[in-house]
Every structure is written in C-alpha cells, then in structure tokens.
C-alpha cells in the first residue's frame, strides 16, 4: 500500500463536511471512508459541543477507524474508538455570572451549552437576522472582550454566533495538541473549513483547504480552495 502523505484530516462542519441541508452527501462519505481504509485519520473539529458531534462521527465509523472529536473548538478532543478525553482544558466557573449578566442585558441570547470545560452564547438568530445585520451580537462581544477577555478567549465563530472559551483555545492549538500524542507532523495534516473559527486551523495545517463558500478571511489564508459544501468539495 502507498504511503500517504497526508496522515490526518481535519474537518469542520457546518459548510465544509455538510451540505446546505446539514447532510453529508454519499460522494463525500464515500471518499472519506476510503481515506480511513487506506490508513488517514479523522478528526471532525467543531464549535458545536461533544453530543452535536457525534452523529457525524458515526455516520463516518471514527469508531471503527481510530478518529477523533475535537468539540468546542478545541476545548474538548475525544478518541472515538477508546473513548478516551485526549485533552480538555476547563473554563473556570467563576466567570459565567459575568458572562451571564452581560449576555441577558441583550434580551436576544442565552447560554446555550455548559459543559465543565467551556460556554457558549447562542443567539435568538431569527431576531437578529430580522434586520439583516448582527450589531448587537458585535456589540456583545466587545462589551465581552472588555470584561473578560484578558482571562478568557471571546470571539464569533459566525456572523451571529458569539462564542466564550478558556484562553488559549482554538482549532489550531487542538490540532496541534492531537497530533504531537499521535507522532503526527503538521505538514503531515490537511485542515478544511469555511467559517472564522477555522481560520487558525486552515492557516496551522500543512494543506490548508478553504471551501469555496468559506469567507475571505479564511480563504486568504488557505493553500488550495476547493469547490463548495454543496459541491462535494471534500
């Protein structure tokens, strides 16, 4: 069998490993599942928390073929097959009253996940797309980067989606993390997004795949832009 090149591939969700209708299309199963067959790895890395994961997972049989889960940005990276929690990194507690406060003072947000490592804002999108323009979810994050962002990382995934992780954490330093457990080297990982959150991951890889859906930002940085989530572009 041919060496691959490429020994992991990291994959983002939502506009990248998806289509339009939240599916993965059996074309890109299909490719995905011979990459693993001829020995790549695979690691679905998300700001989506571990259980919005896992359904992608098993559609992909990361079980069966050793992937991993790299939830909440980062915050979170799980072995499929063992089960085991590879790296986690805890955001402290004492720190959402604060976030709490200012979020609720919007009247368009709640706190939508908290596990023991990481929280995260989730906003009534429907309100504020109503005026086409995220302002308020902009003004948050300032008002957020303010109060806490010398502890804590504050940052917007998507245009409405406003997300507060422990400092440090992001996609590249998860798939940085992964790798050096696996003897994996970063010129050896493909990295493939679209949103702001996978800018980092994009930039760190050795393949940097930018969707053509993804945002300029995104793909100024990327190595090599494929065709979009709607085109199989995985």
Excluded: W
Excluded at 11 to 33: F, R, W, Y
Excluded at 85 to 97: D, H
């Amino acid at each position: 069998m041919k060496i691959m090149k490429y020994k992991i591939m990291v994959l983002d969700i939502d506009g990248t490993l998806t289509n339009s209708e939240k599916k993965i299309t059996p074309k890109t199963h299909d490719a995905l599942i011979d990459y693993q067959e001829r020995g790549g790895k695979i690691a679905i890395a998300s700001g989506r928390p571990t259980k919005g994961i896992l359904p992608y997972a098993e559609k992909l049989d990361l079980k069966k073929y050793g992937g991993f889960i790299m939830a909440f940005n980062g915050g979170k990276i799980i072995n499929c097959q063992s089960g085991e929690t590879v790296f986690s990194a805890n955001l402290p507690l004492k720190f959402l009253p604060e976030i709490c406060d200012e979020v609720y003072k919007t009247n368009i947000g709640k706190i939508k996940e908290v596990e023991d490592f990481v929280s995260y804002v989730n906003f009534d999108i429907n309100k504020c797309l109503l005026s086409g323009n995220p302002a308020e979810v902009v003004e948050l994050e300032k008002v957020l980067s303010k109060r806490v962002g010398d502890k804590l990382g504050v940052f917007r995934s998507e245009p409405f989606f406003l997300e507060v992780v422990p400092k440090g954490i992001d996609k590249a330093r998860s798939i940085d993390n992964l790798i050096k457990t696996l003897g994996i080297k970063t010129e050896e990982c493909i990295a493939c997004g679209d949103g702001f959150n996978d800018i980092t991951m994009v930039e760190y890889a050795g393949l940097g795949v930018g969707m053509a859906n993804a945002n300029d930002k995104l793909k100024a940085v990327a190595d090599f832009i494929t065709s979009s989530n709607d085109e199989d572009g995985i």
